[in-house]
């Protein structure tokens, strides 16, 4: 019961994000559409959800690009797989065909592996790379009225143009960027990976499509993706970048919920299973490489299912809580504690130089836990069983230490409960 309360509430959360999402969302498992939020409904001209919901969206890629999204379809095959911005075109249900950007990752969505496409409109940025191409004067006609940052750069960083925008945007009029170092105004963690795609436009001569933090006039730090176009003269000679670039820090902000939702239980907050195995999978990987011990500790709380069913589940989710925080205070700070499901809790114990290490860990669970709960009315006492599995001992894979120790934790129930077993 108390997995299926959080599992509505995480599709809730879903539910929520994706309606309120500025930008159109798009989801489908397999190629298929499975839900669209309303600006993703206005951009392709839907009625109603009914005109695309179980669309192919081949349906709506023009033939030049249909073995790109099959390609991409294909690859979606686990979950957390992010796909960086792509530009393609889109065929609305009119017939109009416009320029998008495509990005997203992939994760469950109503308990089914599903892809989670955020689909941006290009025209208005197109529009205005076409007028500068035409006339570098209507150009900036166009520029000093649309709320874009809009920019033209010289090879060292100094600018020698931003548009009225950046008031409204950052705070500092235009004159202030004029002639200055972009490099004064950006983080510099983010300096050397823009450094680089300049210098690798100037030499493929492509538009590179980038994120960076920009600060503004109260010295906070904004979120902008900007899109780069090498300028060149007519002779091949490299001339200047020209940027347009939007504040992105809202989106930003809605990116890592998503895939923070993707890979934490959003009960106790703690890694899931998902993010447990990738880092399991690594902790394996260094241990081989550096001749070190890992544990593997599995637990479950003895006679969960007696609070739910005479406490209720507002009370036993309340408790998972409170059970994660101290498990969690008896770890060192490199330790990963993680929810499996339900009342199933799993720690990796890195970096052990021998197997007491470990054992201690449990022990101080165990003890602990022995410490009464208060939970609203409730005063009340429950246990746990702990089985431990070591690397290498015990098995060289992640299924092979998982099992291992499962395998301990069902001898600690064997034995009487409120204890730990170590794999035999």
């Not at 539910?15 to 206005?42: R, T």
């Not at 930003?252 to 239980?265: G, P």
Request: glycine share 6%; aromatic share 10%; net charge negative.
């Amino acid at each position: 019961m108390e997995h299926g309360t959080q599992l509505e509430g995480y599709e809730a959360q879903q539910d929520l994000f994706i309606e309120l999402y500025p930008e159109a969302i798009m989801i489908h498992s397999e190629g298929n559409i499975l839900h669209a939020n309303l600006a993703c409904m206005n951009l392709l001209a839907a009625s109603s959800l009914d005109d695309l919901i179980g669309k192919s969206l081949l349906d709506f890629s023009p033939p030049e690009y249909k073995d790109v999204v099959e390609e991409r379809i294909c690859k979606l095959d686990q979950h957390g797989i992010v796909i960086s911005p792509t530009e393609v075109k889109a065929i609305r249900l009119d017939g109009k065909i416009i320029d998008v950007e495509v990005r997203g990752i992939s994760l469950n969505f109503k308990g089914k592996p599903a892809y989670f496409m955020i689909i941006h409109d290009l025209t208005n940025k197109k529009q205005a790379e076409e007028a500068l191409r035409e006339s570098e004067a209507r150009y900036r006609l166009i520029a000093e009225n649309m709320t874009d940052l809009v920019c033209i750069i010289d090879y060292e960083g100094i600018f020698k143009y931003a548009s009225p925008s950046h008031v409204s945007v950052l705070g500092f009029p235009s004159e202030a960027y004029e002639g200055k170092r972009g490099r004064e105004f950006m983080h510099q963690d983010d300096l050397p990976h823009v450094r680089k795609h300049f210098d690798e436009m100037v030499e493929s001569k492509d538009v590179r499509v980038f994120h960076f933090r920009f600060k503004n006039i109260r010295g906070e730090w904004i979120w902008v993706e900007a899109k780069a176009t090498p300028i060149f003269h007519e002779n091949g000679e490299f001339e200047h970048f020209l940027i347009v670039s939007r504040e992105i820090t809202e989106r930003k902000m809605y990116e890592e919920k998503l895939t923070y939702l993707a890979f934490h239980d959003t009960l106790t907050g703690l890694p899931n299973r998902r993010l447990f195995n990738d880092r399991l999978e690594k902790e394996i990987r260094l241990a081989e490489l550096n001749n070190r011990y890992i544990a593997v500790i599995y637990m479950d709380i003895d006679n969960f299912k007696q609070i739910n069913d005479n406490l209720g589940h507002d009370i036993g989710d309340e408790f998972l809580k409170q059970f994660a925080q101290r498990v969690k205070g008896c770890l060192r700070e490199m330790d990963c504690l993680a929810r499996q499901g339900g009342d199933e809790f799993t720690i990796i114990v890195p970096e052990l130089n021998e197997e007491i290490d470990a054992i201690n860990i449990a022990e101080r669970i165990i003890t602990a836990l022995q410490e009464p709960w208060e939970i609203g009315e409730y005063s009340f006492h429950t246990t746990s069983s702990i089985g431990i599995a070591f690397y290498p001992k015990d098995g060289t894979s992640r299924l092979e230490l998982l099992k291992q120790s499962d395998v301990a934790l069902y001898g600690a129930k064997r034995a009487g409960k409120n204890n730990y077993k170590v794999f035999s």
